[in-house]
């Protein structure tokens, strides 16, 4: 159960932040992966630096299909799960520990990080859409997630050896909440602590808000 976990972060121009988050996870002994998804800096580098296993998109592909290529590495090794990070310093490392403490109490198949309980620091609008979001997702799952947007999980290899991903953006984290509650996984949350900074959200409002609104369609209410 989770015993042997490894880390994987979809990055996209994270120098900042990548180098202490890597360096961080290596001095626990975990395993790092890092998609750098077609970044113009220093991201790649840095990371490889620091000890991570370096994955390099040419050109930006989008979030999804950076966890997408990251997960197909990973399964051909002995991981028992893989622990999805944000690359710019959102999430804080000592957390992991509770995912995996959860995931054993639990007998989880997921466990997402929830930032629901603490929204203080986490600006208005994304309370308001994450709630919307994280209502809509668990009925669609028939399991309730609080923060189905939360970037912040574990999931067991059997998850990712079961469901077929296919999304390229950010509505990966939510087709993989659907598709492993369709598929019979046990879906937990853990609170988490999040640390905001001065980054400017990739989020686009409308072109995202469009593919999500095509996800649910092609997705989402598919039998």
Request: proline content about 3%; aromatic content about 6%.
């Amino acid at each position: 159960m989770a015993h042997n976990p490894c880390v994987l972060i979809p990055s996209y121009n994270e120098a900042r932040t990548i180098g202490h988050l890597v360096s961080e996870l290596r001095a626990r002994d975990l395993t790092v992966y890092v998609v750098d998804d077609g970044s113009t800096d220093k991201t790649a580098t840095i990371a490889e630096s620091e000890g991570a296993v370096v994955v390099q998109h040419k050109d930006n592909m989008g979030k999804g299909a950076s966890m997408r290529e990251g997960f197909r590495r990973i399964l051909k090794k002995g991981f028992d799960s893989v622990v999805v990070m944000d690359g710019d310093g959102q999430h804080v490392v000592e957390d992991i520990g509770n995912f995996i403490e959860k995931m054993k109490e639990t007998n989880a198949d997921i466990v997402v990080g929830n930032r629901m309980l603490d929204t203080s620091s986490m600006p208005g609008l994304r309370i308001h859409t994450n709630r919307f979001m994280s209502s809509l997702i668990s009925l669609i799952a028939g399991q309730n997630v609080p923060d189905t947007q939360s970037g912040f999980r574990l999931i067991k290899r059997e998850v990712l050896q079961k469901i077929d991903l296919e999304s390229s953006n950010y509505e990966i984290e939510s087709e993989m909440i659907i598709k492993a509650a369709r598929a019979g996984f046990r879906i937990e949350s853990v609170p988490i602590k999040t640390v905001y900074n001065d980054e400017k959200s990739r989020i686009n409002p409308i072109v995202d808000a469009f593919r999500f609104i095509a996800f649910l369609a092609r997705t989402a209410l598919k039998k």
